[in-house]
């Protein structure tokens, strides 16, 4: 932390940053008061990518939505379209058939994978190493070459459907999983050795953007930005859906090893242990994932009962919540989506008073935002 | 400002074709050789605006990262547009967003090109239809040069467009333009 | 801070450091490592399913517009008259590939599998007319009129026959005028489109016919029939059986 | 250079006539001119370099469409750059925004001149040597300050008021860690500092190896460059990640272009100076390049000295991909904290041993020892 003396009077200075910047992960916009490098108020301005995707999800079916929760959250597409169809088979009550429960999980956890390597390498980018970067996203176009197997597309997969997955997985993708899986582990560690106990890396980070953890829970944060400060919440685990009881794995928390608990190395540093429990989930589905049919008997036109419902699942960037009333109706009556960056930015402000300019780019990478999901 | 007949012209008009020809060519023997290099330093060095608004954008990322690897052909990122050639309008523009859009072009030094990928920059995409607040196509803003389809274009896709663009810059006449 | 520590701060950055620079100096003279795929000349494999490009079989195509109530975005627009032999007739299927989601619902549905994703990805095009593939190349109104005068010839060969039966029991003297008269009614039916059309005869609806074979629009994007026209209307391409996706159901 | 045309004049009686400012005149213009090429040209071969560097330590192959191999990428960026518009925001100080690119070119190019590139190869052996590069590199800081405040620009503003406050703090520990071979050397004059590296003992002639606290100044000069130049880490200046392009956020085309070459030219005087003041120059072990005919021994040391710079230069970029950036109150503390405390102690160390040694080096005690 810096301390500023007021021996010299200065002035403020308001700086517009975004919405195109290189590291505002997308459109955020956020206009800074600063005094000199010191940042005395920071306040996120969303909206430029606000899609009216709630409202859209009104106007169309269940079935018609599932590509729309792809481009939801375009880097962990997978757990938003199994979101939605866990929503919808909560308030219709369809039974999914285990094995397609499994090939979700098994896609879930890839793209859990796949979505932290976005969030590493282009944290690390906003610090300035673009190499590790390029490395993230290498290891990210396996699980692309994986998904283009079992889904046919490499970034908007549309692959779960009401009642199961579109497709079984291709004679293959187990084995090609596995030998990921074996490629990528280590990888982990040379990333930790390159950049993550980086000297620098550790100094930029440590202590910076600090959330205890009650101020956590009480700003609502979820996914690895609450566990970040300590807090072993996830959803997997407490309100366990799918298949998850099954899997043995542990929840990855903030342990304040290099500073303060809760500060931005903490937060980094969860969603890097995070894949490897990702990895042994994915492991154990392999393993485990029984024979039968993916898709359960599901209406082409399909109409849910009346009702209202609330599923909310532990994706990449937290809570991903689906709320939706049903009239009976092939659309949905209404759809509102709780998403862990739109919380995120609720504590933006609070955290970065007094920090410089180059913390606040690592306050935003270390939340991991991503703005389809602020905006929706 | 360098002569540019194909800039301005509305959208849709094929740009090759709205540069007038060369009058005589063995009288422009010298400027056809101008044209032909100065075409090939501008086609050679595309340096694009780090510009993405979303999905396309991590497609964006990747085909520039080592797989696709875009800088084989000279295209390189630059975070400011005044560095930047051309403008890859990488996502969804939405009515808050497009003034931006435009102000960026607009400091985008001459001679600069346009890229719309992936749907919702081409026609607004999957927001078409029930969307209240996106752009129903970027080239409502500013003239684009390469439309891009997919959703989002693989990374090869969008290297594709880049090589469409090099053969679009490869035919412009810079000089000898009687106006 | 105490000596030590400061000591031991230089010591953590200079080996942190070296450690990093160990690894990308790996990266560096490993040409092993390299993975990047020379695109234009090596291409990767496109796997089996994979979603590009939509491509509709127009000959396999019963025109039951599943696709245009499927498809969320109404990239799909599709008219079709009802033919002679009471089956529909498509008389133009084009798909927006500007606006195409490429989420595969489309063909899901699809009765007949005359809908499919081909594995194309590539097509830059300089206009967004380009954009929007014709799978068939005949204009709409000429097809629409063909079929309406087909349906008017089998009406009129119906009406005759049935004429030239009722003939039979009184006398056959008549019949060339019954004939006329009837063939007559059956062009009011057909409506004024049929009226338009030069009576060619059949031999350009064989043409025609012939045409329609051979419509299939390639996937390339140097094929696209009407530019102008569609660029003059772009940016708003209104889909024509747009108003027929929406979910009535 | 007044001798140079003295000894012209003698030996080509053509030039008898002519009087000795005239030719003196021409002979600096063809110097700075062939300097000029020289450096541009590394300048631009710099920049594809470092985007080869950067594709193999990245996992990929960098430029390799334009030209040969991607040989001639920096020519289409250059004559791109050069004739791309070149625009002045609206509220910009005009001039300032214009003279800004050639202060920060010319302080990366004067630099060159006193560069000992080989036995006789020097364009003006200055005997103040050393602090003339540092005088005239203190320019691009005027540069960079000057297109920070001119463009009018928030951003480039605190480009520039970093770039003041890095280079003023750095300018201390990179005069420190040179001393210590002005030391041995006695001398400012970089072609002497050169010499009084050479001698028959080969590797261990060098300063670097001269006693353990010249090692450490080595390595403290590196550091200090680095960040004195604005090479990652320390390259808060441009930060691209943080102040979108830093200083030079507002400028297009050509005046781009000077910045982005300086920063090059900037590279290799870093580099040059290393390796005049710690490497031995165009010395090489058990081979003395002065013993040989003029021509061949001024190409033969050429080619060492431009070999252990352009060695630095890859380290350099290979350094700039590795590491991530600092911030800039941990900038300025490792600059007073752990730099000048850590030089101070170095360069007290150096004249200790000097004084006590009678300037000899562990290598030649060594030697001694074995008569």
Known sequence: MTTRTDALPTQEMTINMGPQHPSTHGVLRVILTTDGEVVTRAVPDVGYLHRGLEKIGERVTYAQYMPFTDRLDYLAAMNCNCAWAWAVEKLAKIEVPERAEYLRVIVCELNRISSHLIAFGSYTADMGAFTPFLYGIREREHVNDLFEMICGNRLTYNYARVGGVSGDAPPGFLEKTKEFLDYFEPKIDEYNNLISYNKIFVHRLANVAVIPAEEAVAYGLTGPNLRGSGVPFDLRKDEPYSVYPKFDFKVCVGTGERGTLGDCFDRYMVRINEMRESIKIVRQAVAQIPDGPVLAKVPRLFKPPVGEVYFRSECPRGETGIYLISDGSVNPFRLKIRTGSFVAMNIFEKVTKGLMIADIVAVIGSFDIILPEIDR | MSPDPAHGTPPGTPAASAGPAVSAPEAHVMVGNADLFVNWSRKSSLWYLLFATACCGIELMQAGASRYDMDRFGAVFRATPRQSDLMLVAGTITHKMAERVKRLYDQMPEPKYVIAMGSCANTGGPFYKDSYCVVKGVDLLIPVDVYIPGCPPRPEALIDGILRLQKIIMKKKNYGVKA | MGLKAYMNDIVEAVVTTAKGMRITARYGVDPREEVTLQYPEERWEIPEGYRGFLHNDIKTCTACTMCVKTCPVDCISLESVRGADKRMVLASYDINIGRCMYCGLCVEVCPPKSLKHTSGYEMASVTRGELILHFIAEDAAEIKARVARQVAEAAAKAEAQAAAKAAEVPSSGTAEVAKAAEAAKAGAQAGPKAAEVPPSGTAEAAGAQASAKTAEVPLSGTKAPDVSSESAKAPVVEPKAAKEGENKE | ?371
């Open chain 4, 1 to 371: 250079m007044e001798a140079l045309a003295i000894s012209l004049v003698n030996a080509v009686p053509l030039l008898a006539g002519v009087p000795l400012w005239a030719v003196t005149l021409l002979l600096m213009v063809v110097v700075a001119a062939v300097i000029l090429v020289f450096a541009l040209t590394f300048e631009g071969v710099g920049s594809l370099v470092l985007r080869k560097v950067a594709g193999d330590i990245q996992a990929r192959i960098g430029p390799n469409r334009v030209g040969p191999n991607g040989m001639l990428q920096f020519l289409a960026d250059g004559v791109k750059l050069v004739l791309k518009e070149d625009l002045i925001p609206a509220n910009a100080d005009r001039l300032l925004f214009k003279l800004a690119p050639y202060f920060a070119f010319v302080g990366s190019f004067a630099a060159f001149v006193v560069v000992p590139f080989g036995v006789g190869l020097i364009a003006a052996d200055l005997n103040i040597g050393i602090y003339y590069v540092m005088a005239v590199t203190s320019l691009v800081v005027i540069g960079v300050l000057l297109a920070g405040w001119s463009s009018n620009n928030k951003w480039a503003l605190l480009g520039g008021m970093r770039a003041a406050a890095q280079i003023v703090s750095y300018e201390i520990p990179v005069g420190m860690a040179l001393i210590p071979a002005v030391l041995i050397a006695g001398s400012l004059s970089l072609q002497d500092i050169v010499r009084s590296q050479s001698g028959l003992l080969g590797i261990f002639g060098w300063n670097l190896f001269h006693n353990p606290f010249t090692f450490f100044s080595f390595f403290l000069y590196f550091t200090a460059a680095q960040a004195e130049t604005n090479q990652t880490p320390f390259d808060l200046p441009e930060a691209e990640s943080e102040l979108v392009s830093g200083y030079n956020v507002e400028y297009s085309g050509i005046r781009f272009g000077l910045f982005f070459l300086s920063e090059f030219g900037d590279m290799f005087i870093v580099a040059t100076l290393s390796t005049a003041c710690f490497l031995g120059g165009w010395n090489v072990p058990f081979f003395n390049a002065g013993t040989l005919p003029w021509i061949w021994g001024n190409l033969f040391s050429l080619g060492v000295f431009l070999a252990k710079a352009f060695t630095m230069v890859l380290i350099m970029m290979w350094v700039r991909w590795t590491l991530p950036r600092l911030r800039v109150d941990q900038l300025m503390r490792m600059a007073w904290k752990y730099l000048v405390p850590l030089t101070f102690v170095n360069l007290l160390g150096v004249s200790l041993w000097l004084l006590v040694f009678k300037g000899k080096g562990i290598p030649a005690m060594i030697a001694s020892l074995f008569g």
